[in-house]
């Protein structure tokens, strides 16, 4: 739900309502209620449904193999058949083992030269976890798994990044390798004092408030050590799992909700998990009327004394104290380490943390280790988590659904070559992203960084599986909403010719909120490029994936009147996800009038 046009330039803001102008962004949001600060009710959550995105997974058995695993899942329209149990590594793929993760990097290409500090296709992505290099050497520990995060003062752009895909759907850039949790006494993100507990599987009982995942990896089983284990998130479950060749297993995870798998005997083999996670950890709204005191006593942070002061010290000169509203505390913060870009070092003093947080310079583990250090300070929970191409954060959110929320803060690279998923589909968020992007940040998205702030991505699988066969322009179709539902396709507009004559379109809707499901309005006039009425052609409205995105398909075709103006009524569609969809209406053009879409 939620109608609420879109400023210039365009930003996206899903959680204000701003007056109708020309043109217009729909989103339906996830949130069973959502408030203005005045106590407007802006949405309620629709009730569950049998179908489409509400409902839950559904898991498809084999009745005569039976077994542990289903054959496939279901949900949200799309089948997800499970992983084949092969024990050999596919192409790029890393082992998981006692001491790390080892495998292949991903090549550079042919003609490319790779970064001075990237590994070989040779080397392994693993040191020992408790290998600590002296401070001021590469903090970047995405090439291992180890438990220490030091700064650097490397804050260029960097060149080809690897990365395996474990799970489906794909959480890429966003698998969880490792966490980290505490600022120790030299400035380095560590993992604290580990605290084990058994995670036993709960069965194949899914819900709709949480998403589904498949996972499927290597692992070389060594008795009475823990291996380190991928997850999509902190608070994932363990639904089911099998081994090939059979091998007997205990899950475990540490206080950070890092995840290890113990064996009772040596020997490589595949296993193939379901594992699930709270929708809310992939986007949520952060609620109001909370501060840091509403924080779990367990879950405060405690950062060494010196480097708590440093990060209140950052955080004054950012304006902000620890007393302040957490929604305000959490939005400044995303909001400033977001607004840093790949380049120069800042000036260099003896206290690397401050020239980095202050200095905006870097890329996603510079962010992401100022942005942790700083939260720190505060007293909101934060956890510097990476893999082998990305860094981001975890922050805790207080109030009724509290829980933990992953949140990018960009990156930079040329290049991402992500390996393993040719059979696999991308995770789309249920959630929104509820943070202000700021110029850097949207720029990045609008040139398409999206994956780990790579400029240039290889192997991004896709959203539904029927962008494998073929691209929707070559179908002459509207591709699938990500609900399941499918809007018939755009119109073609008339071509320009120079003799034709320029118009502009506006566009207004009935209302600024809609929930899902219930009929809206979309009006306005076309005129020419001397403001007079056009009074012949049509007007198609069309709902666009997102500011600048592609045509999701057609949901009303209307004609203009002798004043220019036209009007349609349409309805939403009910089995539509959550996010943000732009609204926008088209002349088609008729002579000797150009076509023209609303800004």
């Known amino acids: 739900m939620v109608a609420v046009p879109r400023p210039s330039p365009p930003i996206l803001v899903l959680s204000a309502v701003a007056a109708l102008s020309a043109c217009a962004v729909v989103a339906w949001a996830a949130d069973d209620v959502s408030t203005t600060p005045e106590g407007r009710i802006l949405h309620r959550r629709l009730p569950p449904s049998t179908g489409g995105s509400a409902g839950p997974p559904v898991f498809v058995y084999d009745p005569r193999r039976g077994g542990s695993l289903p054959l496939e899942l279901q949900r949200d329209g799309q089948s997800l058949p499970a992983p084949g149990g092969n024990p050999e590594p596919a192409p790029g793929e890393v082992i998981y083992a006692h001491d790390g993760a080892t495998g292949p990097a991903a090549p550079p290409a042919p003609d490319a030269e790779a970064p001075p500090d990237a590994p070989s296709a040779e080397a392994p992505l693993a040191s020992p976890p ?25 804050t260029e752009k960097e060149g080809t990044l690897g990365y395996h895909a474990v799970f489906d759907p794909s959480v890429v850039p966003f698998k969880r390798n490792r966490a980290l949790d505490t600022v120790a006494s030299d400035g380095s993100l560590a993992l604290g004092p580990q605290r084990f507990e058994i995670v036993r599987p709960t069965g194949n009982h899914g819900s709709q408030d949480h998403e589904v995942f498949w996972g499927s990896v290597l692992v070389e089983g060594r008795p009475g050590e823990d291996i380190p284990l991928p997850s999509v998130a902190p608070s994932a479950r363990i639904l089911s799992y099998e081994t090939t060749p059979k091998t007997a297993v205990t899950f475990v995870r540490d206080q950070a909700d890092n995840f290890y798998i113990r064996t009772t005997a040596p020997g490589r083999f595949r296993l193939i998990f379901l594992t699930d996670a709270p929708s809310s950890y992939f986007g949520r709204s952060v609620p109001l009327g909370h501060t840091v005191r509403d924080i779990p006593p367990e879950l405060r942070p405690r950062p060494h004394a010196d480097y708590a002061a440093r990060a209140r010290k950052v955080a004054a000169r950012l304006g902000l104290e ?12 995303v909001k400033h380490f977001r607004d840093f870009e790949p380049g120069d070092p800042p000036p260099e003093s003896d206290d690397i943390y401050t020239d980095l947080a202050l200095g905006k310079r870097g890329i996603c583990r510079h962010r992401a280790y100022g942005f942790v250090v700083t939260a720190h300070g505060l007293g909101i929970p934060a956890r510097y988590v990476f893999n082998e191409a990305h860094v981001f954060v975890e ?46 940040f949207a720029r990045a998205l609008a040139e398409g960084q999206s994956s780990a702030g790579a400029t240039h991505v290889e192997g991004l699988p896709p959203v539904r599986r029927a962008e494998r066969s073929a691209p929707s322009a070559a179908r002459g179709t509207a591709k699938p ?17 120079p003799d034709l004559r320029a118009t502009r379109t506006s566009l207004e809707l009935s209302d600024a909120l809609v929930f899902r499901g219930d009929a809206l309005e979309a009006s306005g006039r076309v005129l020419d490029a001397a403001g007079r009425p056009v009074t012949i ?56 009038y150009a076509a023209s879409r609303s800004p």
């Open 130 to 154: 408790g290998e600590v290099d002296p401070f001021g050497a590469r903090m970047d520990p995405r090439q291992s798994l180890g438990s220490r995060a030091l700064p650097d003062r490397d």
């Open 322 to 333: 620890a007393s302040a509203p957490y929604d305000q505390l959490l939005g400044a913060l």
């Open 395 to 440: 922050v805790w959110v207080p109030g009724r659904d509290a829980g933990w929320m992953r949140v990018d803060l960009g990156g930079g690279a040329e290049r991402l070559v992500i390996q393993g998923t040719e059979d696999k589909l991308r995770h789309h968020p249920r959630g929104r992203d509820p943070f202000e992007r700021p110029e850097p």
């Open 481 to 497: 909403l990500s609900g399941g539902a499918l809007l018939p396709p755009p119109v073609s507009r008339r071509q320009e010719r």
């Open 537 to 592: 052609g049509s007007v198609q409205v069309l709902l666009m994936d997102g500011p600048g995105g592609r045509a999701l398909g057609l949901l009303a075709l209307t004609t203009v009147d002798a004043s220019g103006r036209y009007s349609a009524r349409f309805q939403v569609p009910a089995d539509q996800r959550p996010g943000g969809y732009e609204v926008i209406a088209e002349f088609l053009g008729a002579d000797p």
